[in-house]
C-alpha cells in the first residue's frame, strides 16, 4: 500500500474544546460533549440536546456562528499553509443562521447564507488565491472533499490542498432533523440495543494535505496518510439508508480496491455511527458481508461531539489517524448495552490495538451517499 497523499496539518474545533488533543482525550475518557441546547427552549422540538462549541470561543455579533467558530481555526493554521495550496470547503447547511435571520425579517437578501459566500471568506482568510471548491454532500461531505483532494494532489494538479469542515448547530437543523425523528431526546447511544437517534453537534475542522513527495521536501511531519477512497450512492430514500448496506458495501469495496489492501488488513474502523435505528444496523450488515465473522473493532465518536455533519468526516479521520498513532481504541461514548449485531466489535471502554497499521473511516449521508476513505 502506497500513500496518495499525506495528512500534515490540523486545527480544530469542537464541543470539547480547541484541537484535536483535546477532542481525542475526552473521547478516550469516554466523555461527552453532549448538553442541553437552549437557544431554542421556545421551540417545541424533540430534543434538547447538542454538542455545542464552547460558548467563550463565540463572537457572533459581526459574523455568522459558523464564521465565529471557523476563523480561529483557520488563523492557527494558516502560518503553515503554502500560499500555493487550494481550498476545498465542505459544509451543509453553511451560514443557514444567516439566512434564517433574513427569511424571518422577510428581507430581499435570499443569499445570505450562500455557501459561495463561506468559500470566499474562506480564501481570503488563509490569503490563498487559487483554485477552489465547495464540497456539499449532506453527512458525507469532507470525506468526499478529503477523497477529492487526495486526487487533486495524486494527479499532479496540486501539491497541496488545504480541506476544510464545517458546520453549526442551528434551529434550522434542528428544526429538520425534528421533523424526521431522527434526534434522540436522551444522550444518543450509537450501536446500542436501545438507541433510539441522534445528537446534532458543530465543528470546524482544517487540514493540510500534501503530496508525499512535498511532505518530504518541506520535512512535513505526517500525521496520516490516505491510502484509498470510495464512493456509492445508494439510491433508496431521500433520508433513510438502503437497508442491506449496499452502497456503504461498494464504497467500502472500492477504497480497499483503491489502497490495494484486504479486509484481513484493516485494523480499525471509525464508523459513521449516529445512533439512528437505521444507520447502525445497515452499517454492521455492510461491514460484516465485508469481513465475515472477522470484523475489526469499530467505534464511532458521535455520541461525544455529537453529530456535526459537514465537519463530520473530517472530525472523524482525524481521530482516526489519531488512534492509528497511538495504537488505541476509543470506547464507543454513550454505549451501555451493545445490539446484538454488535457484539465482540464495539468497546465500552478505551483499548489497545495490537496492529496498527490500516483503518477505515466512513460516512454516509441523506440522498444515499456514502463514503469510505483507507487510512494509513
Not at 55 to 61: H, M, V
Request: charged residues 20%; negative net charge.
Amino acid at each position: 500500500m502506497k500513500a496518495r497523499a499525506n495528512i500534515v496539518e490540523n486545527a480544530m474545533t469542537t464541543a470539547y474544546g480547541s484541537g484535536l488533543q483535546a477532542c481525542w482525550r475526552e473521547l478516550l475518557a469516554g466523555h461527552s460533549a453532549v448538553a442541553e441546547e437552549t437557544r431554542f427552549a421556545e421551540r417545541d422540538f424533540i430534543s434538547r440536546l447538542a454538542a455545542s462549541a464552547p460558548r467563550q470561543t463565540l463572537d457572533c455579533r459581526q459574523n455568522s456562528r459558523l464564521k465565529s467558530i471557523l476563523a480561529p481555526v483557520l488563523d492557527r493554521l494558516r502560518p503553515r499553509i503554502p500560499t500555493d495550496a487550494a481550498v476545498l470547503l465542505a459544509t451543509t447547511v453553511g451560514e443557514i443562521d444567516l439566512l434564517e435571520t433574513e427569511v424571518l425579517r422577510d428581507t430581499a437578501d435570499r443569499t445570505a447564507g450562500d455557501p459561495m459566500r463561506l468559500l470566499t471568506w474562506v480564501r481570503e482568510r488563509v490569503g490563498l488565491h487559487g483554485s477552489a471548491g465547495l464540497v456539499s454532500a449532506a453527512c458525507a461531505s469532507s470525506s468526499l472533499a478529503l477523497a477529492r483532494a487526495a486526487a487533486m494532489v495524486e494527479s499532479g494538479q496540486v501539491e497541496a490542498v488545504l480541506a476544510v469542515g464545517c458546520d453549526t448547530v442551528s434551529e434550522f437543523t434542528f428544526a429538520g432533523f425534528s421533523a424526521l425523528q431522527a434526534l434522540s431526546p436522551n444522550h444518543a447511544r450509537p450501536f446500542d440495543r436501545e438507541r433510539d437517534g441522534l445528537n446534532l453537534g458543530e465543528a470546524a475542522v482544517a487540514t493540510l494535505v500534501v503530496s508525499p513527495q512535498r511532505a518530504r521536501r518541506e520535512s512535513r511531519q505526517i500525521l496520516g496518510s490516505i491510502l484509498g477512497y470510495g464512493i456509492a450512492g445508494d439510491a433508496n430514500h431521500m433520508t433513510g439508508p438502503a437497508r442491506d448496506g449496499e452502497g456503504l458495501r461498494r464504497a467500502t469495496l472500492a477504497a480497499l480496491h483503491m489502497a490495494e489492501a484486504s479486509p484481513e488488513q484493516i485494523d480499525l474502523i471509525c464508523a459513521h455511527g449516529t445512533g439512528t435505528l437505521y444507520n447502525d444496523a445497515m452499517e454492521l450488515q455492510a461491514f460484516r458481508r465485508i469481513f465475515g465473522s472477522d470484523s475489526p473493532p469499530l467505534f464511532s465518536v458521535k455520541g461525544g461531539t455529537g453529530h456535526t455533519l459537514g465537519a463530520a468526516g473530517l472530525l472523524e479521520a482525524l481521530v482516526t489517524a489519531q488512534a492509528l498513532r497511538e495504537k488505541a481504541i476509543p470506547p464507543t461514548v454513550g454505549l451501555q448495552e451493545t445490539m446484538p449485531e454488535a457484539a465482540g466489535l464495539v468497546r465500552l471502554k478505551a483499548d489497545e490495538l495490537p496492529r496498527a497499521e490500516c483503518a477505515i473511516s466512513t460516512n454516509s449521508g441523506f440522498g444515499g451517499i456514502n463514503c469510505a476513505l483507507v487510512l494509513g
